[in-house]
Protein backbone atom coordinates (compact mmCIF):
# COMPACT_ATOMS: atom_id res chain seq x y z
CA UNK A 1 0.00 0.00 0.00
CA UNK A 2 1.48 2.84 -0.74
CA UNK A 3 2.10 5.58 1.68
CA UNK A 4 0.14 8.53 -0.03
CA UNK A 5 -3.26 6.50 -0.42
CA UNK A 6 -5.91 8.91 0.99
CA UNK A 7 -8.01 5.50 2.14
CA UNK A 8 -5.25 4.05 4.24
CA UNK A 9 -4.30 7.20 5.74
CA UNK A 10 -7.63 7.60 6.76
CA UNK A 11 -7.99 4.02 9.09
CA UNK A 12 -4.31 4.98 10.39
CA UNK A 13 -6.27 8.24 11.88
CA UNK A 14 -9.05 6.65 12.73
CA UNK A 15 -6.99 4.49 14.92
CA UNK A 16 -4.79 6.82 16.02
CA UNK A 17 -8.00 9.42 17.51
CA UNK A 18 -9.90 6.44 18.91
CA UNK A 19 -7.82 3.64 20.35
CA UNK A 20 -10.85 2.25 22.24
CA UNK A 21 -13.00 1.82 18.86
CA UNK A 22 -13.39 -2.09 18.42
CA UNK A 23 -11.52 -4.65 15.71
CA UNK A 24 -14.72 -4.72 14.16
CA UNK A 25 -15.08 -0.79 13.20
CA UNK A 26 -11.03 -0.50 12.19
CA UNK A 27 -11.76 -3.55 9.86
CA UNK A 28 -14.47 -2.15 8.48
CA UNK A 29 -12.39 1.19 7.53
CA UNK A 30 -9.60 -1.07 6.05
CA UNK A 31 -12.01 -2.79 4.12
CA UNK A 32 -13.22 0.06 2.48
CA UNK A 33 -9.28 0.62 1.29
CA UNK A 34 -8.88 -2.83 0.15
CA UNK A 35 -12.58 -2.24 -2.05
CA UNK A 36 -11.10 0.58 -3.41
CA UNK A 37 -7.44 -0.60 -4.43
CA UNK A 38 -9.23 -3.65 -5.92
CA UNK A 39 -11.54 -1.50 -8.21
CA UNK A 40 -8.34 0.61 -9.02
CA UNK A 41 -6.64 -2.31 -10.33
CA UNK A 42 -9.67 -4.83 -11.57
CA UNK A 43 -12.46 -2.90 -11.62
CA UNK A 44 -12.15 -2.42 -15.97
CA UNK A 45 -10.46 -5.53 -16.63
CA UNK A 46 -12.29 -8.97 -18.33
CA UNK A 47 -15.12 -10.24 -16.56
CA UNK A 48 -15.42 -7.27 -14.93
CA UNK A 49 -18.17 -4.25 -15.33
CA UNK A 50 -17.01 -2.65 -19.16
CA UNK A 51 -15.65 0.70 -18.76
CA UNK A 52 -18.29 3.44 -19.08
CA UNK A 53 -19.16 4.86 -22.63
CA UNK A 54 -17.28 8.04 -23.83
CA UNK A 55 -19.14 11.55 -23.21
CA UNK A 56 -21.74 11.93 -25.84
CA UNK A 57 -22.35 8.16 -26.93
CA UNK A 58 -25.34 6.66 -26.91
CA UNK A 59 -27.09 5.71 -24.04
CA UNK A 60 -26.17 1.85 -23.66
CA UNK A 61 -23.30 2.03 -26.00
CA UNK A 62 -19.72 0.00 -24.87
CA UNK A 63 -16.51 1.80 -24.49
CA UNK A 64 -15.19 -0.13 -26.90
CA UNK A 65 -16.28 -0.18 -30.57
CA UNK A 66 -17.01 -3.57 -32.33
CA UNK A 67 -13.92 -5.39 -33.82
CA UNK A 68 -15.15 -6.93 -36.90
CA UNK A 69 -17.89 -4.64 -37.93
CA UNK A 70 -17.41 -5.09 -41.71
CA UNK A 71 -17.12 -9.22 -41.06
CA UNK A 72 -19.16 -11.31 -43.76
CA UNK A 73 -20.48 -14.07 -41.43
CA UNK A 74 -23.49 -13.97 -39.37
CA UNK A 75 -23.26 -14.69 -35.65
CA UNK A 76 -23.76 -18.22 -36.16
CA UNK A 77 -21.20 -18.62 -38.40
CA UNK A 78 -23.69 -18.31 -41.56
CA UNK A 79 -22.83 -16.38 -44.56
CA UNK A 80 -24.37 -13.31 -45.69
CA UNK A 81 -26.42 -12.70 -48.50
CA UNK A 82 -27.56 -9.72 -50.43
CA UNK A 83 -30.53 -9.50 -48.44
CA UNK A 84 -28.57 -9.14 -44.98
CA UNK A 85 -28.78 -5.68 -44.83
CA UNK A 86 -28.26 -5.17 -40.88
CA UNK A 87 -25.37 -6.29 -40.89
CA UNK A 88 -22.82 -3.49 -42.19
CA UNK A 89 -20.99 -5.58 -44.91
CA UNK A 90 -23.82 -5.48 -46.65
CA UNK A 91 -26.58 -2.88 -45.22
CA UNK A 92 -23.41 0.29 -45.92
CA UNK A 93 -23.15 -0.90 -49.92
CA UNK A 94 -23.83 1.93 -52.12
CA UNK A 95 -28.08 1.99 -52.76
CA UNK A 96 -27.95 1.47 -56.44
CA UNK A 97 -25.39 -1.28 -56.02
CA UNK A 98 -27.29 -3.26 -53.40
CA UNK A 99 -30.68 -2.65 -55.32
CA UNK A 100 -28.52 -4.42 -58.26
CA UNK A 101 -27.48 -7.47 -56.66
CA UNK A 102 -30.66 -8.03 -54.50
CA UNK A 103 -32.19 -7.57 -57.77
CA UNK A 104 -29.80 -10.27 -59.38
CA UNK A 105 -30.03 -12.68 -56.81
CA UNK A 106 -33.61 -12.86 -57.11
CA UNK A 107 -33.06 -13.68 -60.73
CA UNK A 108 -30.14 -16.54 -60.03
CA UNK A 109 -32.60 -17.89 -57.34
CA UNK A 110 -35.11 -18.73 -60.06
CA UNK A 111 -31.86 -21.00 -61.78
CA UNK A 112 -31.20 -22.39 -58.58
CA UNK A 113 -28.46 -20.59 -57.77
CA UNK A 114 -27.70 -18.16 -54.43
CA UNK A 115 -25.84 -15.57 -53.79
CA UNK A 116 -23.88 -15.13 -50.82
CA UNK A 117 -21.87 -12.07 -50.04
CA UNK A 118 -18.10 -13.27 -49.24
CA UNK A 119 -17.58 -9.29 -48.47
CA UNK A 120 -19.09 -6.08 -49.32
CA UNK A 121 -18.29 -2.75 -47.51
CA UNK A 122 -15.16 -2.76 -45.24
CA UNK A 123 -13.88 -0.36 -42.96
CA UNK A 124 -10.15 1.52 -43.98
CA UNK A 125 -8.92 -0.52 -41.11
CA UNK A 126 -9.96 -3.24 -42.06
CA UNK A 127 -8.62 -2.79 -45.94
CA UNK A 128 -4.93 -2.19 -43.99
CA UNK A 129 -5.45 -5.48 -42.46
CA UNK A 130 -6.26 -7.29 -45.43
CA UNK A 131 -3.10 -5.33 -47.75
CA UNK A 132 -0.74 -5.91 -45.14
CA UNK A 133 -1.95 -9.48 -45.09
CA UNK A 134 -1.26 -9.89 -47.98
CA UNK A 135 2.77 -7.95 -48.27
CA UNK A 136 3.22 -11.05 -45.73
CA UNK A 137 1.76 -13.21 -47.95
CA UNK A 138 3.28 -12.36 -51.50
CA UNK A 139 6.53 -10.68 -49.50
CA UNK A 140 6.18 -6.78 -51.33
CA UNK A 141 3.36 -4.32 -51.50
CA UNK A 142 4.10 -3.86 -55.50
CA UNK A 143 2.99 -7.96 -55.84
CA UNK A 144 0.34 -7.38 -52.75
CA UNK A 145 -1.28 -4.92 -54.93
CA UNK A 146 -2.15 -7.17 -57.54
CA UNK A 147 -5.09 -8.05 -55.29
CA UNK A 148 -6.07 -5.93 -52.21
CA UNK A 149 -6.10 -1.77 -52.70
CA UNK A 150 -4.81 0.79 -50.52
CA UNK A 151 -8.19 1.93 -48.11
CA UNK A 152 -7.56 5.31 -50.10
CA UNK A 153 -8.24 3.36 -53.46
CA UNK A 154 -10.45 0.08 -52.42
CA UNK A 155 -14.01 0.69 -54.08
CA UNK A 156 -14.71 -2.00 -50.87
CA UNK A 157 -14.32 1.25 -47.89
CA UNK A 158 -16.51 3.45 -50.61
CA UNK A 159 -19.54 0.91 -50.58
CA UNK A 160 -18.89 0.52 -54.28
CA UNK A 161 -18.05 -3.29 -54.36
CA UNK A 162 -19.13 -6.70 -53.21
CA UNK A 163 -17.34 -9.99 -53.88
CA UNK A 164 -19.69 -12.65 -54.64
CA UNK A 165 -20.03 -16.44 -54.49
CA UNK A 166 -19.70 -19.26 -54.69
CA UNK A 167 -18.45 -20.36 -58.08
CA UNK A 168 -21.50 -20.87 -59.64
CA UNK A 169 -23.11 -17.40 -58.46
CA UNK A 170 -19.82 -15.99 -59.99
CA UNK A 171 -20.15 -17.39 -63.45
CA UNK A 172 -23.95 -16.46 -63.50
CA UNK A 173 -22.92 -12.70 -62.83
CA UNK A 174 -19.96 -12.79 -65.24
CA UNK A 175 -22.48 -14.32 -68.02
CA UNK A 176 -25.58 -12.41 -66.86
CA UNK A 177 -24.22 -9.06 -64.47
CA UNK A 178 -24.69 -6.70 -67.33
CA UNK A 179 -28.46 -6.60 -67.09
CA UNK A 180 -28.42 -4.78 -63.70
CA UNK A 181 -24.95 -3.00 -64.60
CA UNK A 182 -23.01 -5.16 -62.63
CA UNK A 183 -19.74 -6.20 -64.53
CA UNK A 184 -16.90 -8.20 -62.82
CA UNK A 185 -13.59 -5.42 -62.28
CA UNK A 186 -10.49 -7.62 -62.72
CA UNK A 187 -9.24 -10.59 -64.48
CA UNK A 188 -8.28 -12.48 -61.83
CA UNK A 189 -10.86 -12.26 -59.55
CA UNK A 190 -13.94 -13.44 -60.99
CA UNK A 191 -15.76 -12.99 -57.44
CA UNK A 192 -15.36 -9.37 -57.81
CA UNK A 193 -18.46 -6.82 -58.99
CA UNK A 194 -18.95 -3.52 -59.20
CA UNK A 195 -21.85 -1.33 -61.02
CA UNK A 196 -19.59 -0.05 -64.37
CA UNK A 197 -22.50 0.10 -66.74
CA UNK A 198 -26.29 0.79 -67.10
CA UNK A 199 -28.99 -2.13 -66.99
CA UNK A 200 -28.81 -3.50 -69.95
CA UNK A 201 -25.56 -1.63 -71.30
CA UNK A 202 -22.05 -3.63 -71.99
CA UNK A 203 -19.47 -4.04 -69.51
CA UNK A 204 -16.37 -2.42 -69.98
CA UNK A 205 -12.85 -5.64 -70.49
CA UNK A 206 -11.62 -6.26 -67.25
CA UNK A 207 -8.75 -4.78 -65.86
CA UNK A 208 -5.52 -7.50 -65.36
CA UNK A 209 -5.81 -7.41 -61.45
CA UNK A 210 -6.33 -4.38 -58.56
CA UNK A 211 -2.92 -2.76 -59.25
CA UNK A 212 -4.87 -1.39 -62.48
Given at each position: ??????????????????????????????????????????????????????????????????????????????????????????????????????EAAR??????????????????????????????????????????????????????????????????????????????????????????????????????????
Open positions: MHDDDPTANEAATAVRRSPGRTATTVGAVAAVAVAALAVTLWGTGPGNKPAAPAAGAPPGTSAVAPEDDDDSEQPDGRPLTPFDTRYPAVGRLDAGLLKAVQDARADGIEFRVTSGWRTKDHQQRLLDEAVKRYGSTERARQYVSTPQKSAHVTGKAVDIGPTDADDWLIRKGARYGLCQVYNNEMWHFELLTSPGGTCPSPLTDAAG
